[in-house]
């Protein structure tokens, strides 16, 4: 039996999918894919004869396409926003493919998170301002219990998926110094990409300002305002 291809669609900039991922787009027969989070032309690109949004259907039903179309020798790429690694949901999917004798490809995306260093002109992990990024998200209906003002003392990069809706009750519980650098990018990398940039203090009201209620991520720390504070670093000195 043939595989199933998890392939990472990159942030929404149709031209952010790695090369394989395009490859494995334009010979599927059936794709699933992630709702909104995906840039329409993508979908558009592949000639699936089968195109479904994976939005509002449940593990079975995706398990139950997918198998349908595998068993009939389609090719079956299942298609994510960013990197299938980041919130993604996968590894529910792998196991209930695998339940059912299927195996999975995985072909890594540019995570927005990526896209958002890189539409804020900076790096995650900066020499003199933090050495580590911790990814995380605010509690919900999927998290019961988060951790965000632990991590907010620790002074490193926070980068924050899955918070647009919570941003002031998010900013109002962090526990670094209220001045320290925050950017909302909302939508990184599509077209009508938004950034605010202010301090933990004041970026929910600003976001809110500049309209941004979903599908952005807040990036706290140094490193969102990186050129007063940074070391230069060894390779380069
Ligand atoms: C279910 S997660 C998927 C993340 C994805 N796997 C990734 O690597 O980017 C969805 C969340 O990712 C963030 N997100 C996805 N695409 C984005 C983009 N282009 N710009 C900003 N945030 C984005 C938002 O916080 C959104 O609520």
């Avoid at 990069?157 to 809706?165: A, H, K, P, Q, Y």
Wanted: proline share 5%.
């Amino acid at each position: 039996m043939s595989v199933v291809h998890f392939v990472g669609a990159g942030p929404g900039d149709p031209k952010l999918i790695t090369v394989r991922g395009m490859e494995l787009l334009q010979q599927a027969d059936v794709l699933i894919y992630a709702g909104s989070l995906i840039n329409p032309e993508l979908v558009e690109r592949s000639p699936a004869e089968v195109k479904l949004n994976s939005w509002g259907m449940n593990l079975q039903e995706i398990g139950d396409a997918t198998e349908a179309a595998i068993r009939d020798g389609k090719n079956v790429v299942r298609l994510h926003s960013g990197d299938p690694s980041i919130f993604g949901s996968i590894v529910e999917q792998i196991d209930d493919l695998g339940q059912r004798g299927i195996k999975v490809d995985i072909v890594p995306g540019v995570s927005s998170m990526f896209a958002a260093s890189a539409a804020l002109q900076t790096q995650l992990t900066l020499k003199g301002v933090s050495d580590t990024v911790i990814i995380t998200r605010p509690a919900g209906a999927t998290l019961e219990k988060d951790l965000i003002p632990e991590l907010s003392r620790l002074g490193t990069s926070l980068v924050i998926f899955l918070g647009t809706d919570k941003l002031e009750s998010i900013t109002s519980r962090l526990e670094c110094p209220r001045d320290t650098p925050a950017a909302v990018v909302y939508h990184a990398s599509w077209p009508d990409q938004k950034i605010v940039r202010g301090t933990v203090e004041d970026i929910a009201a600003r976001a809110k300002k500049a309209g941004i209620e979903r599908t952005a991520l807040i990036l706290i720390g140094g490193i969102v305002d990186p050129f007063t504070r940074y070391d230069r670093s060894v390779l380069y000195s």
